[in-house]
Structure formats: C-alpha cells, structure tokens
C-alpha cells in the first residue's frame, strides 16, 4: 500500500480553533501531509480563511462573510469560541496562511466554498501561485463549477471534487472534470468500495471526510483510500505509523 495521506481537516481541529494559524500549525507539527482549509472571500475581495457561510459560529460576530469587508473580520476573535486559551485570534487572511504553510512539507488541499465568482477563484489561485504554492496544492470544492473555474484560470493545479454521496456517474464526472481527487462523505467509501476502487483505475484518488472515528479507519485503508481527512490528526499519525512499522 502507499503511504496513507494524514489530512489536518481545517487544521489540527480537534485541539485548536479551527482553520486559524494556530490550528494549522498544529496540524503540521502532528505530522499532516496535507492541511486542509477553507476559503472564502469578504464584501471587498479578500480571501480569507473560514468555513461557514456566517462569521457567527467562529467568531463573535455576526453576518455573512460576503458582506463584511476585510477591516471588519479583522477585528474578530476567532479562538474564544472553542477554548479562552485562544482569545485574540483571529481570521487569517490566505496570504498568512500560505506563508504559514510555506516553509513546511505538507501540501494543501485547499477548499473553495461556493459562492465563488471567476475573479475571485483567479484571486485566491493567484496569491498561491505567488506564494510559490501551486504545485503543492490541491484546490478542492463541492461546486463542480468551481472546480471548473480553477482548471482554466491554473491549467496545471491538481484539481478534486466533494462529495456528499458518490454520485451515480462518479467516475465519468471525473474524468470530464480532469480531477485528481474525489473526496466524498465516510459513510459513502464504507458503503460503495467498487466505486474507489473504479476511480482509482481512472487515475482518481478518494479521501474521505470526516474519519473522526479510529474505529472505521481499518477499514476505510481496506476501501482503497489514499487518505483520511479529521480533525485528529496526531492520533491518525500514531495510527498510520504503526502500520509501517
Ligand atoms: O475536505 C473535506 C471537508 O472539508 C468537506 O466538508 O464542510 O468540512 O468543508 P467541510
Ligand atoms: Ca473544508
């Protein structure tokens, strides 16, 4: 078997602020080979890094991120939410992240959530190629639209595709994307492994989120996935390990 890829699911999640610098760090220094994170971009076309759709779960604010601007999510703390320990963190803008993430090893698989207009797929995928970061990258989206959108602004990105369920025509949709992953839901791995293994004849990998329980891992590697996307990401290292060991 190749080694299995160890994916920090919005950083080292389980242990910090999720998609902030310090749960990115983490996830490295657990031993990730790819730190996943979410982009989206603020009312005046910044990227930045944050999952929901709203400020309101991670921060303690209020209002979609579309219509802040970057001076007003700036201001936001994003770490008092998941422990005090990380009052005061905020935001990160994706340059900070990709010049986090720079000097390290793990690759990103960086997420583009929908809405996401061609200017701002050009934007985000330009300030990765400025960081130097385009051939370490992944960029992934559950809008095949989007994926679509990064191919022709960065021909040469490795390109995948989420999935709630593998859809019926899974491997045919991937070969018309040109992706290189296809990331779906656990339970849809655990339910179809002929489709891994159809995508894998293919070209395509498959990585499934969120394998938050060890107990499914064994047999998730049995389903022929190249990685495993969590938010436990050191216990996942220990765990992969002891398998080459
Ligand atoms: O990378 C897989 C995973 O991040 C997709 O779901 O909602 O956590 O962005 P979500
Ligand atoms: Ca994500």
Redesign the pocket.
């Known amino acids: 078997m190749d080694s299995l890829h160890r994916v920090a699911?919005?950083g080292y999640s389980a242990i910090a602020p999720e998609n902030t610098l310090p749960a990115l760090t983490a996830g490295v220094l657990a031993g990730a080979t790819f730190i996943?994170f979410?982009v989206r971009t603020t009312a005046d076309g910044v990227p930045v890094v944050i999952?929901d759709r709203t400020v309101d779960r991670t921060t303690d604010g209020s209002g979609k991120v579309w219509e802040l601007t970057l001076d007003e999510i700036s201001g936001l703390d994003a770490g008092t939410w998941f422990s005090p320990a990380y009052a005061g963190i905020g935001v990160p803008q994706l340059t900070e992240v990709l010049d986090l993430l720079g000097p390290h090893d793990a690759e990103l698989?960086l997420?583009i959530k929908p809405p996401a207009t061609l200017e701002q797929v050009k934007n985000i995928l330009g300030q990765v190629a400025d960081a130097g970061l385009l051939g370490r990258t992944v960029v992934?989206s559950f809008d095949p639209a989007i994926v679509r959108l990064a191919g022709e602004v960065a021909p040469d990105v490795r390109r995948g595709l989420?999935r709630d369920g593998f859809d019926a025509d899974q491997v045919e949709i991937a070969q018309e994307l040109g992706i290189s992953y296809c990331?779906p839901r656990m339970s849809s791995v655990l339910g179809s492994p002929g489709t891994v293994a159809a995508l894998a004849g293919v070209g395509v990998s498959v990585m499934p989120?969120?394998a938050n329980d060890a107990a499914l891992w064994p047999g998730l590697v049995d389903a022929g996935v190249a990685g495993l996307?969590t938010d436990h990401t050191g216990e996942l290292t220990g765990w992969a390990n002891s398998l080459v060991a």
């Open positions: 699911h919005r996943e979410d999952h698989l997420e992934q989420l990331n989120w969120t996307i």
